[in-house]
């Protein structure tokens, strides 16, 4: 359920008539060039939205662009609280929709959104001021390092002005090391004894002595709560002396004195009024008149705003407040002395308010607080699809988690809900137990009015898919295709999304089982349910999972209109691009480079890098890195390609899809070409791969890797022993790729069964192998399996031209063995198209040392984000990908030669 925005949060504070003018400490919330971030930090009642809402009223005044937010509980979930940032942006600055429709399409508020958020921020005139009111309910530590993101990358004239109960942790000391925070704090914010006087006797009209006023600040150290609630308590009283001589104790104690004589003194109505709203977090006409049975709660509120009474407007027409912090704190304290029976009755009537009014989060809060478990179940079991749709399993987990274990064991939807949440997070335990709860709650249940029969007849499906997925945890393949068979079977018709997501756990079973085609048909199942109940990202992934299939198929041609039709899918989304659309460029760029286009490949692979992470599934970084690994192995560079799959080996992220293709063992044939065979063989000894496995299709590439490994050694050796081993191997990869319709297998195997053949001289069984490889790879235009064997094949391949063997095919293959060539990686003594300034010659110079990002940045200067932004000019204009290969080049052109400035 996509969290909606509360408008209210975005209205910046007004200051009250009357209220004590404050320039000492308003003036230091002014603009600096420096400034990046302003922090007004203080226990509660010291002053802080007040001083906020008079440095607010001035910058509005002169023109100043203010994005306010105030801040609750509710945004400690990151995409709340990013969503109402761009809110108040939108609000403030008039900026800021195209991160909003991000946000609300399901990206992840990531460092690359935010970096955009910073490119909107660097195009606002004269900056914004981002106003965070009551940071301290934050506790999310992905809120808080994106904000630390955020804030080392603002843009000159914007700042971030922070109020809040306790410091956040955004590396404070470095800040003020810079001169770029500003800071008030409770010792400034504190009355002086002429601000305590102008409050005391102007603002409540006290008439008190400056004796009086003196020691009353005194005893009270300035604080402004303290010295509020004892201005209430002295009005109409004629013993103000007695009572400031006797006013002790430190602060607890005066707060809880003086609310008791604060409550003490209003009429019982209105006492009852206080105690009883005060469960609420937002204070309007009706809601108080639902929760008190009574009417004119509207002009309670009117008149308790008038007479300051810790009332907080949170709009500007009036119709909704909240109280003081503090205040709402020691009135619900007092509402569990006084009245614990009454509690629960008031959160079930609040609850009842809301559910009617369609706020279906405030609902289920007050159900809960109110033990009124049978709403709250009810309400939670009709928000799962939703919460489902826009991934906030987190939140559901947390629902769920508040109701009793036995509640939600008897409700089948819950029940299954509850698994879902848990697996997303990684928990498994007890998840056995829970879906046969579930299981045997759904023989039993009526709907009751807890779930729809749409979501009931859901269940079954839900069940087998969850066990699937647990027997995938467990590496029972079998187990895992037997349940995901009985998920696919048992979908109820109208269940469009069970449907597909069973689908797709069918294919990744059959993927990993080696049925290719039977996994082929149930991906395609599942893009098409995706993409009909609009889960664009994971029907994007679902296309990715075709691709591969079909490579190995030896069919390019559908991986090519797998991924072309995911493209048209992703177009029709507005705003950026939806997850997923950056890893089908990097696989497209992948399939170009298999047909030897690597124009094309480079053109998708600049696609993929200016998406980024944004626009990526977990495994993107990986993904991107092998693409582009082929691409400098085409180029005939075999140590950037090398450095580029270390790296992508690094980045790997397993998900649901089989690990079919290893990084290490490309690593390990790329080893191979550079004819780096000892590196290769501890690839060998590491992976435990051997000639004696089992044909298993999970390590049909580690086996041809292993292969190519052998045909090397013996080639070196110059030696045929052991090529009837190898020949004899690669027969029995032949005949288990037969079984399983592996096409582009069968291709590779085809030509290493070539190459081994030649070792022995016998070459009529060689042509014969290798004329069965042309036929097959021939239709769908494969080149690089043949390119990427190097000269053997090239000699192969020579004699089949001699012999008339298909000619215009092998005349193609043999034009690819030459190495290509680009402007963007220009030969030893060229410089880069591109030249870099002189601060990028300072950055590659400190590349080239073992000083991290950080060190680089001090050595420099600069801040994290401007080194960061140098280094990736950097690699853009030498064609490179990390910091390696950056360095590599840079040797390369002899830029490091050039003497410092």
Not at 31 to 55: C, H, I, N, Q, Y
Not at 138 to 162: K, N, Q, T, W, Y
Not at 380 to 392: D, N, T, W
Not at 804 to 827: D, K, Q, S, W
């Amino acid at each position: 359920m996509a969290a909606p925005l509360v408008a209210t949060k975005l209205y910046a504070p007004r200051l009250r008539p009357g209220s004590v003018r404050r320039p000492r400490l308003s003036g230091r919330l002014a603009p600096r060039e420096e400034t990046r971030l302003v922090l007004v930090s203080a226990p509660a009642g010291f002053g802080k939205s007040t001083l906020l809402a008079e440095w607010l009223a001035e910058a509005t005044a002169v023109g100043r662009r203010i994005a306010f937010l105030s801040l609750d509980h509710t945004d400690a979930d990151p995409r709340a609280f990013w969503s109402h940032v761009v809110a108040a942006l939108q609000r403030g600055a008039g900026v800021g929709e195209t991160m909003a429709a991000a946000l609300e399409a399901g990206d992840p508020p990531d460092e690359d959104l935010l970096a955009i958020l910073l490119n909107i921020l660097a195009g606002v005139p004269g900056g914004v001021d981002i106003v965070l009111d009551d940071y301290h309910v934050i506790d999310r530590a992905e809120i808080h390092a994106g904000l630390a993101f955020l804030l080392e990358g603002l843009p000159e004239g914007s700042r971030l002005v922070i109020s809040t109960r306790a410091d956040p942790p955004l590396q404070l000391p470095r800040l003020r090391a810079r001169g770029e925070l500003v800071e008030v704090r409770a010792a400034d914010l504190r009355f002086d004894p002429a601000e305590a006087a102008d409050y005391l006797n102007g603002t409540m009209g006290l008439r008190l002595t400056a004796g009086n006023v003196a020691d009353l600040d005194d005893r009270t150290e300035g604080w402004i709560a303290a010295l509020q609630l004892a201005a209430l308590t002295l009005r109409g009283r004629a013993d103000a002396d007695d009572f400031i001589a006797t006013f002790t104790g430190n602060d607890r104690y005066v707060f809880d004195y003086l609310v008791e004589e604060v409550l003490q003194r209003q009429p019982p109505e209105l006492r009852r009024f206080l105690l009883r709203t005060s469960i609420l977090d937002r204070l309007g006409g009706p809601v108080c008149d639902a929760v008190l049975g009574t009417s004119g709660s509207a002009a309670v509120l009117d008149g308790l705003h008038r007479g300051n009474l810790f009332l907080m407007p949170l709009d500007d027409r009036r119709q909704w407040y909240r109280y003081h912090h503090l205040f709402a704190e020691v009135l619900q304290a007092h509402l569990r002395e006084e009245a614990p029976g009454d509690v629960t009755e008031l959160h079930r009537r609040a609850a009842a308010f809301f559910e009617t009014q369609g706020e279906t989060e405030s609902a289920i809060r007050h159900a809960l607080a109110g033990s009124e478990f049978d709403r709250a179940a009810a309400l939670i079991a009709r928000s799962i699809p939703e919460l489902r749709r826009s991934r906030q399993e987190a939140l559901l987990r947390d629902w769920l988690k508040a109701l009793p274990d036995a509640v939600v064991r008897a409700n089948p939807v819950l029940g299954v809900g509850l698994v879902g949440a848990l697996l997303s997070n990684g928990e498994f335990d007890g998840i056995d137990g829970r879906l046969a709860d579930a299981e045997r709650a759904l023989a039993q249940v009526t709907a009751h009015g807890v779930a729809s029969d749409a979501q009931l007849d859901e269940v079954p499906t839900q069940i087998w898919m969850y066990r699937a997925a647990m027997a995938q945890v467990r590496g029972d393949m079998p187990a895992m295709m037997a349940a995901a068979t009985r998920a696919a079977e048992g979908s109820a018709p109208g269940d469009h999304l069970g449907r597909a997501a069973a689908a797709g756990l069918l294919g990744i079973a059959c993927w990993t089982g080696g049925d290719l085609e039977r996994a082929a048909a149930s991906w395609n199942d599942c893009f098409l349910g995706l993409a009909a109940t609009g889960h664009v990202s994971d029907a994007l992934g679902s296309s990715v999972a075709l691709a591969e299939i079909a490579v190995t198929r030896g069919r390019l041609g559908e991986a090519f209109r797998a991924i072309e039709r995911a493209l048209r899918l992703a177009a029709t989304r507005p705003g950026l691009a939806p997850r997923g659309t950056a890893d089908l460029h990097a696989t497209l760029a992948g399939l170009h480079r298999e047909r030897g286009d690597f124009a094309a490949a480079r053109e998708h692979l600049a696609t993929s890098r200016q998406l980024g992470d944004r626009a990526g599934l977990g495994p993107y970084r990986c993904r991107l890195g092998v693409a582009m690994a082929g691409v400098a192995e085409g180029e005939g560079d075999l140590a950037t390609a090398l450095d580029l799959l270390v790296d992508a080996e690094r980045a790997y992220v397993g998900d649901f899809f089989p690990n079919v293709r290893p990084v290490a063992a490309m690593a390990a044939r790329l080893r191979i070409a550079a004819g780096r065979l000892d590196e290769a063989a501890r690839w060998r000894r590491e992976s435990g791969v051997g000639i004696e496995d089992e044909t298993a299709s999970l390590r049909e590439y580690e086996h041809l890797t292993l292969a190519r490994l052998l045909l090397a050694e013996q080639r070196a050796a110059r030696s045929g022993r052991g090529s009837a081993e190898l020949v004899e191997f690669l027969g029995r990869l032949e005949r288990a790729a037969e079984r399983g319709g592996r096409g582009g297998s069968l291709i590779d195997i085809a030509l290493l069964k070539a190459l081994a053949h030649g070792l022995r001289n016998e070459s009529g069984a060689a042509m014969a192998s290798l004329e069965r490889a042309l036929a097959l790879a021939e239709p769908e235009g494969f080149v690089r399996l043949f390119a990427d064997l190097g000269a053997p094949m090239a000699e192969l391949l020579g004699n089949a031209l001699r012999r008339g063997v298909a000619p215009a095919y092998v005349r193609e293959l043999l034009a690819a063995f030459a190495p290509v060539r680009t402007a963007a990686r220009p030969e030893t003594g060229e410089q880069p198209a591109e030249p870099l300034s002189e601060r990028e010659l300072d950055v590659l110079r400190l590349l080239r040392t073992e000083l991290d990002g950080p060190a680089i940045a001090r050595e420099l200067e600069v801040s994290l984000n401007t080194m960061r932004t140098h280094t990736k000019k950097i690699f853009e204009k030498l064609g490179v990908n990390n910091r390696r290969s950056a360095v590599r080049r840079a040797e390369e052109l002899n830029l490091l030669q050039r003497r410092p400035r």
